[in-house]
């Protein structure tokens, strides 16, 4: 069964950083593209960031780039954001979810797997 | 960036009776070189993530029902339920995967009249 649990999330003030880790297990994790997908309370949907299979050509939304990483180690079977600057803006749940389609240095950009998410407040 | 329009934004539908939730994006997302749609469609229950529904605008995904079918092509696209049942109740999202950064409608909210 794939599983997708995240972790990290947490209030913070503006300017501060965290970092968020997403374990996954039941799936070959090496072999699948990941993104960080974010929903404000209330509120749609927004994809935040995306990794390939192989940790390489990572792409992000305009309104992180610059202040989000995206990283993954696959030994592990962790995906990571970390997350610096951050803004009143930022304050969402944030999900991680698996690609649907397998391939080292692809992207489908479906998303059929997604976690629980994890709460970040940014509030002083 | 490629901006994703859904309507209406909420309905109220009969148990049994047909919904319709309408997708129109910016641009294209018609892939010419195989003519597939790069367009899926999300359901999302209250407190829980997004579940995957449809994809490359017209196929199911894995063990979801068939009264749930996806259609259009280019700029405008349907969901449709056939006959809703209460487990429908959720708001629907799509999003599209023809380029980055890849985007969503903002969603409509499903309920029962």
């Known amino acids: 069964e794939v599983q997708l649990v995240e972790s990290g999330g947490a209030l913070v003030q503006p300017g501060g950083s965290l970092r968020l880790s997403c374990a996954a297990s039941g799936f070959t994790f090496d072999s699948y593209a990941m993104t960080w997908v974010r929903q404000a309370p209330g509120k749609g949907l927004e994809w935040v960031s995306a990794i390939s299979a192989s940790g390489g050509t990572p792409y992000y939304a305009d309104s992180v780039k610059g202040r989000f990483t995206i990283s993954r180690d696959n030994s592990k079977n962790t995906l990571y954001l970390q997350m610096n600057s951050l803004r009143a803006e930022d304050t969402a749940l944030y999900y991680c979810a698996k690609d649907l389609y397998y391939g080292s240095g692809s992207y489908l950009a479906v998303w059929d797997y997604w976690g629980q998410g994890t709460l970040v407040t940014v509030s002083s | 960036d490629i901006v994703m329009t859904q309507s209406p934004e909420s309905l109220a539908v009969s148990l049994g009776e047909r919904v319709t939730i309408n997708c129109k994006s910016s641009q294209s997302v018609l892939y010419s070189s195989n003519n597939k749609n790069y367009l899926a469609w999300y359901q999302q229950k209250p407190g829980q993530p997004p579940k995957l529904l449809i994809y490359w605008a017209s196929t199911r995904d894995s063990g979801v029902p068939d009264r749930f079918s996806g259609s259009g092509s280019g700029t405008d696209f349907t969901l449709t339920i056939s006959s809703l049942q209460t487990e429908d109740v959720a708001v629907y999202f799509c999003?599209?995967?023809?380029?980055?950064?890849?985007?969503f409608g903002q969603g409509t909210k499903v309920e029962i009249k």
């Open positions: 999003q599209q995967y023809y380029g980055t950064p890849w985007t």
